[in-house]
């Protein structure tokens, strides 16, 4: 990234007091309305399919993990556009416009009785959403989809570069921020999940769905008001631009002899200045057959290089710390499908139970998730406060434990949420059998909900530790000038997981299909189903992703970089960061 022009000029000391604490309400409040919006309908969404539009279950279930899919796969694009044209703070706005106009198309789909089917009472059969209706949904959806594709990956990096890592006394605060912007969501999420799921339920899905509209709107004010106290990062040009150009000279180069010392391969500190702010990346060993794109030859201009032939070391460099990020990153797909289940069959489990707190009053089943989200929030309460301060004795890392070690005690309480949930389903089709409640699928079951809460709540726990060191590991270890990318592989993974479910209820639902019209997921009568089997299947499968996790966690090389600390013009103070930042 390139620092805003005006920073470089008359004015760089003022300019560089920019940014810092005082611009993260503004920041925060726009991603606080965005999860408020996302998960105020996501939590829910399942009870707005099938009992709005009429949709079978197991439509239903694909419908909201592929909504889900999409919209963590649009960070891509939009964090594409981030880093080599519109910079993070103009992608964020205009992406929130979109979301903005996403939301009014849903909350207005959701108030015109027109555009949904009749409604139907008891066990009649009711008539399922027609193409129009649907497609309605699903344009307010894509638009929310788009929306998010812009927020999602350049709220984290925007943030985050609000913050000089050069500056060793705001190095540290930067770990500290993905910490509590994990905190910060987590509670909009627990107000969506609480307050806004009870209305959908007991007020209306128009009220539901326009008050975080409302809020939506507001957030984009808020943003645009801290645009003067912002830290802004000029784009440096399309880093997929810059690795593909990496693989062409690689590949021109290919017949060409390795050279025997590093040194001899082709650097420009001049050529990199853009894309190297926070400092230089250092040769790497692995992967040297890409080292031939810094090869130079007779015909190569030295000063100013064709980039489709030659390549700077800092930039072959780039190429490999992208392609080592890869097996981490696919690790975290599990995970995810995993806890895509809480909004789908988990939700259907709450609603047959007995959900009474009081004798008037019971949980709504989509607020049921409101145990993930304390869990979460406690954790990592707890995390930054006792467990950080305690581990940094042992380990010396002033974040206490990696990202990396943080992410592997996810993955390992991740895997009890998906054992726990299988138990507790047969518990669950114990009770509906002994009161004769296996053929009533509507009829409440006299167990109650909180036997869920275990498996809500480990699901929390996982995530604070998981998704927080998959988020800070993609920050970390991206360039610097690819970290809206990097960001958006976050969300990718996330993308992925949720399509990996699709894939995965889709193939449980066909291959477990009895003669007598038996299923594993059957699409109306959960007690008749094996649901448990399904669960087990995902904790076997989660299982084996650890010990992969753990291998590529051991083989995993940290990027090394040349750093230069600021406040000293001293080559002293010049040296190579060998692994995370800590």
């Known amino acids: 990234m390139v620092e805003n022009m005006e920073e470089k000029g008359s004015n760089s000391h003022v300019k560089r007091q920019k940014g810092g604490m005082i611009t993260m309400p503004f920041i925060f409040s726009n991603e606080v309305c965005e999860k408020l919006a996302v998960v105020g309908f996501n939590t829910n969404m399942i009870s707005y399919l099938t009992t709005q539009l009429h949709m079978p279950l197991t439509k239903a279930a694909n419908t909201l993990t592929n909504f889900g899919g999409t919209g963590s796969l649009t960070p891509l694009i939009g964090a594409f556009v981030a880093d080599a044209y519109a910079g993070r703070f103009w992608t964020i706005t205009i992406a929130s416009i979109i979301y903005q106009i996403g939301m009014i198309c849903l909350t207005i789909s959701a108030i015109l009785p027109q555009l949904r089917p009749p409604p139907c009472e008891g066990e009649q059969v009711c008539q399922e959403a027609n193409k129009g209706q649907v497609a309605i949904l699903y344009v307010s959806l894509l638009l929310a989809a788009i929306g998010s594709g812009g927020i999602r990956p350049c709220v984290v990096a925007f943030g985050a570069d609000q913050f000089d890592e050069t500056d060793p006394k705001q190095a540290t605060k930067t770990w500290k921020y993905f910490n509590w912007y994990y905190f910060v969501m987590g509670a909009a999420i627990l107000v969506a999940v609480t307050v806004l799921v009870y209305i959908q339920d007991n007020i209306g899905w128009g009220w539901g769905l326009g008050i975080p509209t409302f809020a939506m709107f507001l957030s984009i004010i808020a943003f ?3 645009y003067p106290l912002y830290r802004n990062l000029d784009p440096a040009g399309s880093p997929f631009t810059r690795l593909l150009q990496v693989c062409v000279a690689a590949f021109r180069k290919r017949k060409l002899t390795m050279v025997t010392d590093p040194k001899l391969l082709y650097e420009n500190e001049e050529l990199d200045a853009a894309i190297s702010l926070g400092g230089k990346l250092l040769h790497t060993k692995h992967m040297k057959f890409l080292d031939k794109a810094a090869i130079v030859t007779e015909g ?76 979460m929030l406690s954790t990592i309460a707890l995390y930054d406060r006792l467990l950080i301060p305690f581990t940094r004795k042992f380990t010396g890392l002033d974040r206490g434990i990696t990202f990396l070690h943080r992410m592997g005690i996810g993955f390992v309480i991740s895997v009890f949420a998906t054992l726990v949930a299988g138990l507790v389903e047969v518990k669950r089709k114990q009770a509906a059998a002994a009161h004769g409640l296996v053929d009533k699928p509507h009829t409440i079951i006299p167990i109650s909900v909180f036997w869920l809460v275990p498996q809500y709540s480990l699901h929390g726990i996982a995530e604070a530790f998981m998704s927080i060191g998959h988020l800070e590991f993609f920050y970390d270890q991206a360039p610097e000038s690819m970290r809206s990318t990097a960001t958006a592989l976050f969300w990718t993974a996330i993308s992925v997981g949720n399509y990996f479910s699709t894939f995965l209820v889709t193939l449980v639902h066909k291959f477990s299909a009895g003669p007598n019209g038996s299923n594993w997921l059957p699409d109306n009568n959960l ?16 299982v084996a992703n650890l010990i992969y996790y753990i291998f590529c966690a051991k083989m995993y090389t940290f990027k090394p970089i040349q750093v230069h600390n600021k406040g000293s013009d001293s080559s002293e103070e010049e040296g190579v960061e060998l692994g995370n930042k800590v």
């Open 300 to 375: 190569d201009d030295l000063k100013s290089p064709n980039l489709w032939r030659l390549n700077t070391v800092h930039r072959v460099e780039e190429l490999k710390s992208v392609i080592r990020m890869g097996p981490i990153w696919a690790s975290g797909i599990l995970l995810i499908t995993a806890y895509a289940q809480q909004n789908t069959f988990s939700l259907q489990q709450a609603k047959s139970m007995d959900r009474h707190v009081t004798k008037s009053f019971q949980i709504p089943a989509g607020s049921m998730s409101v145990f993930t989200i304390v869990s």
């Open 224 to 226: 645009l008001i801290g």
């Open 527 to 542: 007690n008749k189903g094996k649901l448990e089997y399904f669960y087990w299947l995902i904790t076997l499968l989660q």
